[in-house]
């Protein structure tokens, strides 16, 4: 249902833009989001973006990264610049879907894309 792309190796400070694609039988959207999991570390939230529009951000990456989405591609992305080290970690991509089968919105992960920063 979720398919994300984009991550790699970029040396501090450089930039990089994930992407996120929803598939299958899907009625709506809702929320769109980006999480990620550095290593030893617990899954925390980057950014979400609701369907209307609005987003929110992890303090620490507001500066820095910016979430946006394409209804009619069914798509977020989540531009990364001033990457740091920290950063490093896979990056997962979350959306609320209503699908044509369900009376309710379901969450779908994507797979996980990593992304290394380096020094």
């Known amino acids: 249902q979720l398919q994300a792309s984009g991550g790699g190796s970029v040396q501090v400070g450089g930039s990089l833009r994930l992407s996120c694609a929803a598939s299958g039988s899907i009625f709506s959207i809702n929320h769109m989001g980006w999480y990620r999991q550095g290593p030893g570390k617990q899954r925390e939230l980057v950014a979400t973006?609701?369907?209307?529009?609005?987003?929110d951000y992890a303090d620490s990456m507001k500066d820095r990264f910016t979430i946006f989405r394409d209804n009619a591609k069914k798509m977020v992305y989540l531009q990364m610049d001033s990457l740091r080290p920290e950063d490093t970690a896979v990056y997962y991509c979350?959306?609320?879907?209503?699908?044509?089968?369900?009376?309710?919105?379901?969450?779908?992960w994507g797979q996980g894309t990593l992304v290394t920063v380096s020094s």
């Open positions: 973006t609701a369907s209307g529009g609005s987003t």
């Open positions: 979350n959306a609320k879907i209503l699908a044509y089968s369900s009376s309710e919105y379901s969450s779908y």
